[in-house]
Nanobody
Framework: QVQLVESGGGLVQPGGSLRLSCVASGFTFNVANMRWYRQAPGKQRELVAQIDRIASITNYADSVKGRFTISRDNAKNTVYLQMNSLKPEDTAVYYC???????WGQGTQVTVSS
């Protein structure tokens, strides 16, 4: 059974940082490209960042470049999203995705507010 479980969301002030984690199970993680998406209320789901299976290639949405960093630990079947200099417009539910398996996590809420 393919499963993705996100954690690490919460309430943070503007300018703050959070690190999201996504633990994968049920498939061969170290051959999987991985992605983070987000969805804000009333908006479409947006691709935030992606990483290839050996962490040699990463891509980011223009809105998060220079502030967010995606990484992975294949020994722990985990992908991370380090988010720095957070802005109110980063408020959304963040989802982990394994596109080759069409697998999604349940999402973790990130709220940036003073």
């Amino acid at each position: 059974q393919v499963q993705l479980v996100e954690s690490g969301g919460g309430l943070v002030q503007p300018g703050g940082s959070l690190r999201l984690s996504c633990v994968a199970s049920g498939f061969t993680f170290n051959v999987a490209n991985m992605r983070w998406y987000r969805q804000a209320p009333g908006k479409q789901r947006e691709l935030v960042a992606q990483i290839d299976r050996i962490a040699s290639i990463t891509n980011y949405a223009d809105s998060v470049k220079g502030r967010f960093t995606i990484s992975r630990d294949n020994a722990k079947n985990t992908v991370y999203l380090q988010m720095n200099s957070l802005k109110p417009e980063d408020t959304a539910v963040y989802y982990c995705n394994a596109p080759s398996w069409d697998a999604w996590g349940q999402g973790t809420q990130v709220t940036v507010s003073s």
